[in-house]
């Protein structure tokens, strides 16, 4: 897929889209299946609104402001996905599970974000923590919206390391998946006026729309370089918000370091490498993720664990030695604490 075949994919009708346009006020049930049965389906048109599946149309299609009763809409994955925001319609008030990155291919999008009106042109860019509320007005054929959906799991194995350096998105990001229930900000970039963004967001979502080999790295690799050209096309913007970040963008530093080195970390070798009393790291981490020393180094060094289990055969006892637990009985209950089963049963998972 090319620029070219990507702009005539994402202006094509989808299949909500359709219903939508010849079904309008007359979506009763009769309708509805009579408009399933005779629409020909082509599941890259369903791809790009991956909020509805094959299985539940009819529910759907029938009531679909159904899915913003509970106000927060789930995402069935673990990584990374783009989707193409549905035209003619209005999204209600909602938040989620993940972050989502909200990019202007053409057009218009009109948003309310925390009870704030905002008007994105082409080419600018929204990022949402899990717990923002937010609206879209209904949009028209020309206004192509891309969501970029990413689960913090998918954030914290992936994509925090290779943004330590990006002090402001990795502060946000930081701050997005230890301040799960407190931390509900935006950052609004004006990127409109960047030549480099909407090539790097073309060719991402080529890679994505049109997988091959080793798609995921590819994906992966751009998100960052996105990332990258975001933070300069925010260098000479005014966001108080966003430049409040930067002030605990030192966290971020601390959290990287205790999972690198969780072995034998402690509350003082950490707080004697970054020239802190131990006191003030404690209650600095405590404030800033409302977790103590002791989970955030438990969850590094079970999320090692994890890594080993599922990618190598050293024996478990071994692997509850490099990840600092000498005993294994403890490795065993604390593991099974957290993932419901224990090591070895975790193990057979990946080999079967």
Do not use: W
């Not at 509805?32 to 299609?61: C, G, R, W, Y």
């Not at 998105?169 to 229930?181: C, Q």
């Not at 959290?255 to 003082?268: E, G, H, K, P, R």
Request: include cysteine.
């Amino acid at each position: 897929m090319n620029s070219f075949e990507l702009n005539a994919f994402l202006h094509e009708y989808t299949f909500f889209e359709k219903f939508l346009l010849s079904c309008k006020n007359n979506n009763n049930i009769q309708v509805v299946k009579s408009f399933i049965q005779d629409t020909f389906f082509d599941k890259n048109l369903l791809k790009k609104t991956p909020l509805m599946d094959e299985a539940h149309l009819e529910d759907f299609l029938i009531n679909p402001k159904k899915q913003f009763e509970a106000k927060i809409i789930p995402i069935p994955t673990e990584g990374i996905m783009f989707s193409c925001h549905p035209r003619f319609v209005e999204v209600f008030e909602h938040h989620h599970n993940y972050i989502e990155m909200v990019y202007v291919y053409s057009g218009e999008c009109h948003q309310i974000v925390n009870g704030t009106n905002i008007t994105m042109k082409k080419g600018e860019v929204c990022i949402l923590d899990t717990n923002v509320l937010h609206s879209i007005e209904t949009v028209s054929e020309n206004d192509i919206i891309i969501n970029c959906l990413m689960s913090k799991k998918h954030l914290d194995d992936i994509l925090m390391d290779r943004l330590s350096g990006n002090n402001l998105l990795s502060s946000f990001f930081i701050r997005a998946l230890y301040h799960s229930n407190d931390f509900n900000d935006y950052i609004l970039f004006n990127s409109g006026e960047s030549e480099k963004l909407p090539k790097l967001m073309d060719d991402v979502l080529c890679e994505y729309f049109d997988r091959s080999l080793c798609s995921d790295e590819v994906i992966n690799s751009y998100m960052i370089i996105i990332f990258s050209e975001l933070l300069r096309a925010f260098e000479n913007q005014t966001n108080s918000e966003s430049l409040n970040l930067l002030k605990n963008a030192s966290i971020t530093d601390i959290i990287l370091y205790i999972q690198n080195n969780c072995q034998d970390a402690t509350l003082t070798s950490v707080a004697d490498h970054f020239h802190f009393h131990p006191n003030y790291l404690s209650a600095a981490i405590k404030k800033f993720t409302s977790n103590n020393f002791t989970f955030i180094l438990q969850e590094a060094k079970l999320k090692k664990a994890c890594f080993l289990l599922k990618n190598s055969n050293i024996p478990v006892i071994e692997v509850a030695s490099n990840v600092g637990y000498e005993n294994t009985n403890f490795f065993y209950k604390i593991f099974k604490k957290y993932y419901g089963c224990n090591p070895t049963e975790y193990r057979k998972k990946f080999l079967t």
